[in-house]
């Protein structure tokens, strides 16, 4: 489970749940969720000014937000410019035509690279030298696709056309370079499945009662019903 799980689900004025994409959106508002997001799973950060000045991560997911806007509205070469000039600043490469989705986080930030192609849901949070990239020099879609409420180790590689699924988790230094299901954990080089949550199925659970206090005459009573 994200750790903005625990945090209220975005409703809109009508008191509906807000469904809207990033596209949808105000800037702005787009890039106070980030932030909101980066301080729910930064232990370090006590505020949001904590966030707001001291965030590289978070100043990174807001310098692409910047140029995604720019790129989604006809002025490419100067998204990729400053695409250029963040790189240099920040040691992270996230490609302005990149789609990511609402409350993305990247901890510490250092070493990200996010191809051209890459789609990814919301909720989801990457760690530093992630490499989110392509198995070859093509056209089209070439780079992953992450589900919601994604995790990505630090170090992790994740490579072509593939998809990774809701709630996955990929462990650090792991090498992805096919799909992964919904719900499980994925290590190794290559990567397997070490952790599989995907059973819905009935569970034992401990009972919490102690067996000397179910001696009550009303037990007894609702139990010979």
Known sequence: ??????????????????????????LREVMREDAKA???????????????????GTHIVWAYRRHHWLYKHGM????????????????????????????????????????????IGDDCMVYQNVTLGMTGKHGGKRHPTL?????????????????IGDNAKVAAGAVVVHDVPHDVTVAGVPAKVVRDRRFTGPRLVEDPNDPLDMDDENIRWSCSL
């Open 76 to 119: 490419k070469g100067l998204a990729l410019f400053l695409a250029k000039r963040t790189r240099k600043k920040y040691g992270a490469d996230i490609f302005p035509s990149a789609q990511i989705g609402r409350r993305f986080s990247i901890d510490h930030g250092i070493g990200v690279v996010i191809g051209a192609t890459s789609i």
């Open 38 to 56: 980066a301080l729910a799973r930064d232990p370090a950060a006590e505020s949001l000014r904590d966030i707001y000045l001291y965030s590289t």
């Open 147 to 163: 589900g919601n409420n994604v995790l990505v180790g630090a170090g992790a590689i994740v490579l072509g056309d593939i998809t």
């Open 1 to 26: 489970m994200s750790a903005y799980a625990d945090m209220p689900v975005p409703t809109l004025d009508s008191g509906e749940k807000d469904t809207r994409t990033v596209d949808e959106m105000p």
